[in-house]
């Protein structure tokens, strides 16, 4: 053991031959706080060492060129081959670079020495001894660890096997039925299943059955399984090695007896888990006379599989919910609420992303511009309700009519927009006037005694075009062409 692994000293021999050097090298460190061993030859060196683990060797170099056994006696010995080593060495050495730094050392310092350099260079080879001291303690905690919880390796690997598969992003269900097949498989049992059930139920259900692997969602009596019912009350795990004889299955081998069945059981085990308040099962286990009986070391391991798998399914779930309050956020974000369409600030995103893209690849790209004529009048014969009624109906119409690619928005009142990608003009205004038609002929049911029948007026603006070169431009030219097709009439597209 190192010294200071027995207390915060610091412990350094210095191998030196020269009297005077080594002294004084010896009070400068001590002076420093470290506890030193002074040393003057080979034999001296590794009867210190051999008494006591230093952290920190620093080491002639001289003695090192005139006995190169030295360091390599040092690493090749286990109990010294973790303690750093300084060598000194000529300045031109040092300025090399470590260039020629000998086999087995951690680190050199120049001669003569300079106090600022050679203290750097002390504690930053004891804070690495340290550090590594820390690491391998720590490896061996774990190791440790490892070990208590599984006997061997095979079963390690098993483990973490498991343990990464059941963990993946895969739904509950999915989870069941892995849970059930790579437990069995790594226990070496022929019966694992998953059963749902909460404390105080009568009926549980088998969501998952390695015996039966087309078993999904059958239910069970759970008065025929008394190791389940324990384990679900006590929230504690339940081990029976010998069925046979064991008091919780006192009452079923009675009934057994009564019926005339000759029950194959040898042991079982069940492991409770719960999800969250509505959802809690077992981890069912069990073994036939033919196999061995389960062990403590085999409910342990169970245990680990199934914390790892409701950890998962509770990752899943929340990552589920938190996508859905994601879409649900960017729906109330883009979307007008009366419509279900893409709202106006939506509208003029897209609408500038296509326009980019249009100016990027050389293409066409119109906008509609849709209005409702004399929509004042369904509101004051009908009533609001039934106006919203009809643009409700409307954007739905629009939606249907257009391609996939194409874009429908509402952009305010009775005014809605479609941005139709990769069209010219001509393309965009028969587009429009086969829209403008279908809503003519379209009766609006509004509940009442007669259905609503309405026209539109349509302007259509092209990109690129002349006067036409931004999303503003796109739209004033659009506005004005709406503008022409009202005054001279409505019910008419116009560009």
Known sequence: MSSSAAGDTEH??????????????SWLLREHGYAVTAVADREALFAAIGRATPDLILLDGDAVERDGAILGQLRSDKRWHDVRVIVTAPWA??????????????????KPYR?????????????????LRAARAALRDTAAELERA????????????????????LSATE??????????????????????????????????????PSIQNVDIQLDHYPEITTALESSRPVLVEDARIHPLFAHMRDLWVQEGKTVDIRSVATIPFSIDRWRAGVLFLRTDRDERSLTSEDVDFADIVIRAAVAAIRRAQALETTRADNRRLEALATTDPLTRVLNRRALLDRLTAE????????????????????????????GHLAGDSVLRQLGALL??????????????????????????????????ERLRERIAAKAFDVGAEHPVHLTVSVGIATFPSPRVASTEDLFARADEALYRAKSGGRNQVRT
């Open 355 to 382: 326009v980019d893209r249009a100016r990027r690849f050389s293409s066409s790209l119109s906008l509609l511009l849709l209005d409702v004529d004399h929509f004042k009048q369904i509101n004051d014969t009908a």
């Open 399 to 432: 939606e249907d009519a257009i391609r996939k690619v194409d874009i429908v928005a509402r952009y305010g009142g009775e005014e809605f927009v479609a941005i139709l990608p990769e069209t010219a003009l001509d393309g965009g205004v028969t587009f429009a």
């Open 93 to 110: 050495a040092v300025e090399d670079g470590g260039a020629g730094l000998p086999w087995g050392a951690d680190d050199c310092v120049s």
């Open 12 to 25: 350094v021999v210095v191998a030196e031959a020269h009297p005077v050097i080594a002294g004084a090298l």
């Open 150 to 169: 599984r006997e061997d390796a095979v079963s390690n690997r098993r483990l973490i096997d498991i343990l990464h598969e059941v963990t993946g992003e």
């Open 115 to 131: 106090v600022p350099e050679l203290l750097g260079r002390v504690r930053t080879q004891l804070r690495a001894s340290g550090q």
């Open 175 to 212: 989870i069941y039925r892995i849970l059930a097949r790579r437990v069995a498989r790594a226990l070496e049992i022929s019966h694992c299943s998953v059963v749902l059930a909460r404390p105080g139920d009568v009926v549980g259900t088998v969501a998952a059955a390695v015996e039966d």
